[in-house]
């Protein structure tokens, strides 16, 4: 593998992963937002954490950037700016919004790494996956105690518990991936574990809507149920991502026209959108 090809790859799972992972921050502190207060802060620690490394991973490299990553909304979307705002503000959970309008104008103007610079950044690339690979391990491990506490009922949480271990396997999955990037190896995105993933996710904006919402329930029945029909079957997978792309569309304008009825927080939708559309654009 080229340096140019290692710093590529880097900057795509990092930049990717970090924002996923720092949302997933928000939204487990939304569900117990006056809950622990050692457990809030230690959350708020790691989300502060990705945003260092979604800022590191975000300072060069763009041009390396396969296209098709940009051009599927897998970084950011049109509406994840305004769902950061309406979520701090429905939540009352600080997000930074300096690194979202950085990362559109860094995806807007992407710039070629200079020759004499290589070197460098690719330095940068290896501390970046370093970084996210110790910084991934201290949020599952404290995911991994929260649950625990769940399960003993010592602790209230409004997310469930089957999408913390989600969350969890989503975490190790980086880290695999981080692992096979170091060792020069391919990673398969495309297994059960992204099938049980994206059913789940499904199944989660289900049981989220209010029960007023039986149209757009009844949808997100249909997606789930698709996804658990395609563990082997890699182009129905692509198919069944493209409709919860649509459908996730669709209800994040409803929910921004203030015509949605859900629990989920408004930016976690938008977090689930970008992972079905990475998957679309890994595999298409």
């Known amino acids: 593998m080229t340096r140019e090809q290692y710093i590529k790859q880097a900057l795509e799972l990092n930049i990717f992963f970090a924002r996923i992972f720092k949302e997933h ?4 502190s939304a569900a117990q937002k006056h809950g622990d207060t050692r457990l809030l802060q230690a ?4 989300k502060v954490h990705f945003e260092m490394l979604l800022n590191a991973a975000l300072e060069e490299g763009f041009g390396l950037i396969d296209k098709k990553f ?8 049109p509406y994840t700016y305004s769902l ?10 600080l997000i930074n919004h300096k690194i979202t309008n950085l990362e559109i104008e860094r995806l807007n103007k992407p710039q070629s790494i200079p020759a004499g610079r290589l070197p460098v950044v690719y330095e940068r690339a290896l501390r970046i996956n370093s970084d996210g ?3 991934a391990q201290g949020l599952a491990e404290l995911m991994e105690n929260i649950l625990g506490e769940i399960l003993k009922g010592r602790i209230y949480s409004s997310v469930y518990p089957s999408v913390y271990e989600r969350y969890i396997s989503e975490l190790k999955k980086y880290q695999n991936a981080v692992r096979a990037l170091k060792q020069d190896q391919d990673f398969d995105w495309f297994d059960a574990d992204a099938v049980k993933a994206m059913r789940i996710y499904a199944e989660f904006v289900r ?14 029945h249909d997606i789930a149920q698709d996804f658990s029909q395609c563990e082997s079957d890699r182009e129905k997978f692509i198919k069944v991502n493209q409709d919860f792309s649509l459908l996730l569309k669709e209800l994040i304008e409803k929910l921004l026209d203030k015509k949605l009825l859900c629990v989920m927080p408004p930016l976690t939708l938008d ?3 970008r992972q079905a559309n ?3 654009a890994l595999l298409e």
């Not at 959350?43 to 790691?46: A, K, P, S, T």
């Not at 705002?85 to 959970?93: D, E, H, P």
């Open 133 to 135: 690979e110790e910084t």
């Open 271 to 273: 977090n689930i959108l």
């Open 207 to 220: 049981n989220c809507l209010d029960f007023k919402e039986i149209e757009y329930s009844q949808k997100a």
């Open 84 to 93: 950061e705002l309406t979520t701090q503000s429905a939540c009352g959970i």
């Open 70 to 77: 940009i051009d599927r909304d897998c970084f950011v979307t």
């Open 25 to 28: 921050c928000v939204t487990l």
């Open 278 to 280: 990475r998957y679309i």
């Open 43 to 46: 959350l708020d620690r790691h």
